[in-house]
């Protein structure tokens, strides 16, 4: 998990570092049975950085790069369209620029709203979740644009995705953490998935104090972010200062 994350942050001289790179390929390949190294090199990326490339992880480029093209599609429409779709009590839908701040990060006194906006979805949970029907907060729908064709179905391709891959690597968290490789199994049988689709419109000049995204850190188990081809996300290493993989 992240030491701690800066999204957005203009620094023209941030350094720049390599991130370890954990390769998939052998354990997706033998169905999960040959761990290999990878326990070990996990455990020894999180206790250094908190973050790691991963390689040959079966996500296919072209399904990247539709969730990207899906994205622009959405962040694209008017602003009035969006605002239709604004965020509800149970955190899904489209949450504006400068809403949202950072309030619970221990890496930084965040004093300014965000400039990003993002449009957030969850796993959706059947009729019959008894969760659901008792209206507990985070069990609805997501709220979907009526005016993009295939857009929803990209986005749920997506999310079944990235959760199908999080789901088989719950072995090699297990393993680094030198338990029974089934350990977490039980623990997301019904998982939770939470997708934020953030856009990060350009901002010349920064103001003291004001990010794309304040500093954090995730609250779920496991943190996807496809590779983007713009710098931004900055990284809190354990010696205290930032950098960009």
Request: aromatic content about 14%; proline content about 7%.
């Amino acid at each position: 998990m992240p030491d701690g994350i800066s999204e957005g942050i203009h620094k023209s001289n941030t350094e720049h570092r390599d991130l370890p790179i954990i390769d998939l390929g052998e354990f997706l390949r033998s169905d999960g049975t040959s761990q290999g190294n990878l326990p070990d090199q996990i455990r020894k990326a999180c206790e250094s950085v908190g973050f790691f490339f991963l390689v040959n992880h079966g996500v296919s480029e072209d399904l990247i790069n539709r969730i990207f093209i899906e994205s622009k599609r959405f962040h694209d429409l008017p602003f009035e369209t969006k605002k239709i779709l604004s965020v509800n009590q149970n955190q899904r839908g489209y949450i504006v620029p400068g809403a949202t701040k950072v309030r619970h990060s221990t890496y930084n006194k965040n004093t300014k709203f965000d400039t990003n906006a993002t449009m957030v979805f969850a796993t959706e949970y059947g009729e019959e979740n008894p969760y659901r029907k008792a209206g507990k907060r985070f069990y609805s729908e997501n709220q979907w644009p009526s005016d993009l064709p295939g857009f929803k179905e990209t986005v749920n391709e997506y999310m079944e995705t990235l959760t199908n891959l999080g789901k088989k690597m719950l072995p090699l968290w297990a393993s680094a953490l030198e338990l029974s490789e089934d350990f977490f199994e039980p623990y997301f049988e019904e998982n939770y998935t939470y997708f934020r689709m953030a856009h990060y419109p350009p901002v010349p000049e920064l103001g003291d104090n004001e990010f794309g995204l304040g500093p954090h850190a995730d609250t779920g188990f496991m943190t996807f972010l496809p590779q983007a081809d713009v710098d931004g996300l900055e990284i809190l290493d354990v010696d205290g200062s930032w950098f960009r993989p």
